[in-house]
């Protein structure tokens, strides 16, 4: 495909309303659309939350009759089917649209592919691919459940210079400023699912919840907790939304939790611990597209030897907390440098006085 200066600035206007619904999407994508002729642009959209109009719904109530004969350009593939709302390739076609581009196809097996095969079948002219892997990179764990491969996971670790997350005592409070403290917030509130383990409940009493400002939706809690060993007084567990406690299917959870708030999800065992793999389909299967694991070295150290983890979201702060201090990752001890885990790296940003880095891990075989 060939495609003009005009087609890349409406795209990349689409991506940028995508990105409003970073925070209300779930389990939905990302979505945005621009309507545009003659080098104008006549309407804008994006889906802002899960059962509320798509992107294309909105751009095309903005431009009216002015659509008849324009380009939609689409961040993801035109849906084809009834959902919670109804398909968009046929508001596209009765409003008279004479052009799609669209960024990437769905890979959600009821659209992948139908949704541009029901547009050519009404006589639109089809384009894809325009600004793909930006798209994709938008809804990453939208992409990666809906090909079965689970959520897509990322790590966020607050840690000093010397790579320490706490003193030996557990104190953490606080490693990083308040404007990276804010930043995390966001990447929690984007996120599907935030999963800790039971060793972060019992010493620190997370809340794990969104306290921003406006906040549309919370996300679900997850706790690890092969042994059922969470208090049922944790602070976590009083909070608005929903709560699930992971534990191994062969033991019994006490009574009292539950009875408790939280849902109680029965997981195969993986020696003495829970079976990570499992944990993730069980998310997958509930459409969680994104988890962010908020927990201590034992579990952020599991995850990236059952290479589950997909990015590591790092906020580094200038200081030092020196001999004893605990560390992010518990795994190994490695027999040799053949095996360490490579880092690709994809940002780097100033948060206030801290680092933000974000990386992915290299496993070799992906």
């Given at each position: 495909?060939?495609?003009?200066?005009?087609?890349?600035?409406?795209?990349?206007?689409?991506?940028?309303?995508?990105?409003?619904?970073?925070?209300?999407?779930?389990?939905?994508?990302?979505?945005?659309?621009?309507?545009?002729?003659?080098?104008?642009?006549?309407?804008?959209?994006?889906?802002?939350?899960?059962?509320?109009?798509?992107?294309?719904?909105?751009?095309?109530?903005?431009?009216?009759?002015?659509?008849?004969?324009?380009?939609?350009?689409?961040?993801?593939?035109?849906?084809?089917?009834?959902?919670?709302?109804a398909p968009c390739t046929a508001a596209l076609i009765e409003a008279g649209i004479a052009r799609v581009v669209s960024a990437v196809r769905d890979p959600n097996p009821s659209v992948d592919g139908d949704g541009e095969r029901q547009l050519r079948d009404a006589g639109v002219a089809v384009e894809s691919g325009l600004m793909a892997a930006a798209a994709e990179a938008l809804n990453a764990g939208f992409f990666k459940r809906m090909r079965g491969q689970g959520p897509w996971v990322r790590v966020k670790l607050a840690q000093s210079l010397d790579g320490r997350t706490a003193l030996a005592s557990g104190q953490s409070q606080w490693i990083t400023g308040e404007a990276a403290r804010r930043d995390v917030q966001a990447w929690r509130a984007r996120a599907s699912a935030v999963l800790t383990g039971i060793g972060t409940v019992r010493a620190d009493d997370p809340a794990l919840n969104v306290r921003t400002p406006g906040c549309r939706r919370q996300p679900l809690r997850v706790i690890a907790d092969s042994r059922w060993q969470t208090p049922p007084a944790a602070h976590t567990l009083s909070l608005e939304g929903e709560v699930l406690i992971a534990g191994r299917a062969d033991l019994e959870?006490?009574?009292?939790?539950?009875?408790?708030?939280?849902?109680?999800?029965?997981?195969?065992?993986?020696?003495?611990?829970?079976?990570?793999?499992?944990?993730?389909?069980?998310?997958?299967?509930?459409?969680?597209?994104?988890?962010?694991?908020?927990?201590?070295?034992?579990?952020?150290?599991?995850?990236?030897?059952?290479?589950?983890?997909?990015?590591?979201?790092?906020?580094?702060a200038p200081l030092l907390l020196g001999a004893g201090a605990r560390d992010a990752f518990r795994f190994g001890p490695l027999a040799s440098m053949e095996e360490r885990v490579p880092l690709q790296w994809l940002e780097q940003v100033r948060v206030g006085r801290d680092l933000r880095l974000r990386l992915r891990p290299d496993y070799g075989d992906r």
């Open positions: 495909m060939s495609w003009d200066a005009f087609d890349h600035r409406c795209m990349a206007e689409a991506l940028r309303l995508a990105r409003r619904g970073l925070d209300g999407t779930h389990p939905n994508p990302r979505v945005g659309c621009v309507i545009a002729r003659d080098g104008r642009v006549l309407g804008r959209g994006w889906h802002a939350f899960a059962g509320g109009p798509h992107a294309e719904i909105g751009a095309l109530e903005e431009a009216g009759e002015g659509a008849r004969g324009a380009t939609a350009y689409v961040s993801l593939e035109p849906c084809s089917h009834h959902g919670r709302t959870a006490p009574a009292a939790l539950a009875a408790g708030p939280a849902e109680l999800l029965p997981l195969p065992a993986r020696g003495a611990h829970l079976d990570l793999r499992a944990l993730m389909q069980a998310l997958a299967a509930r459409e969680v597209n994104e988890v962010q694991v908020e927990a201590g070295a034992t579990l952020c150290g599991a995850l990236l030897e059952e290479r589950l983890v997909d990015e590591i979201l790092l906020y580094q």
